[in-house]
T-cell receptor, first 113, second 113 residues
């Protein structure tokens, strides 16, 4: 079945460092790909998405490119801030899975000032 | 626009007791989901409603969990009797269309002692 694998955390960085959180997927169809973020004490929020190969999703300085050849959707940000500290989830959604979200395990990001 | 409302935010019970969680989705959203999120894991779908009908409850432990959405608006998730392994955050989400963006509530954190 469809699945998502993302790098284990926690990831600890200093403020203004470059961020990459790896995400790879397995899907038989043509999924849409998502990054969700969960700030401490809050619900899940959609951060960005891409619906087809080579699409780039972007929001709040974060970017991710849908790479069909490597089945990846890595999350990047050029200069992180303390306020980016959160748990980040990669997910996919496809017709084969009845459009239900298939989630990665989440990566906790800690940004130190 | 009001978001997805959930209550209670926190609940502590002893094993074998019962608990109920309530969710009010965004107005007009026909599809409602309940997820279980155990610490350090991605959300796991428990049940999906379309209006007041169940679309998928294949991962709902039906011997102890039940959910209803009688009027196709708000929903209740019940656990009876609770087990230690039910300690988790229970997330409610809604969407206006089957393939549309999911909006999440803040979650209800359950601790079973």
């Amino acid at each position: 079945g469809d699945s998502v694998t993302q790098m284990e955390g926690p990831v600890t960085l200093s403020e203004e460092a470059f961020l990459t959180i790896n995400c790879t997927y397995t899907a038989t169809g043509y999924p849409s790909l998502f990054w969700y973020v969960q700030y401490p004490g809050e619900g899940l929020q959609l951060l960005l998405k891409a619906t087809k190969a080579d699409d780039k999703g972007s929001n709040k300085g974060f970017e991710a490119t849908y790479r069909k050849e490597t089945t990846s959707f890595h999350l990047e940000k050029g200069s992180v801030q303390v306020s980016d500290s959160a748990v980040y989830f990669c997910a996919l959604r496809a017709l084969d899975s009845n459009y239900q979200l298939i989630w990665g395990a989440g990566t906790k990001l800690i940004i130190k000032p | 626009e009001a978001g997805v409302a959930q209550s209670p935010r926190y609940k502590i019970i002893e094993k074998r007791q019962s608990v109920a969680f309530w969710c009010n989705p965004i107005s007009g959203h026909a599809t409602l989901y309940w997820y279980q999120q155990i610490l350090g894991q991605g959300p796991k779908l428990l049940i999906q409603f379309q209006n007041n009908g169940v679309v998928d409850d294949s991962q709902l432990p039906k011997d102890r969990f039940s959910a209803e959405r009688l009027k196709g608006v708000d929903s209740t998730l019940k656990i009876q009797p609770a087990k230690l392994e039910d300690s988790a955050v229970y997330l409610c989400a809604s969407t206006s269309t089957f393939t549309g963006e999911l909006f999440f509530g803040e979650g209800s954190r359950l601790t079973v002692l």
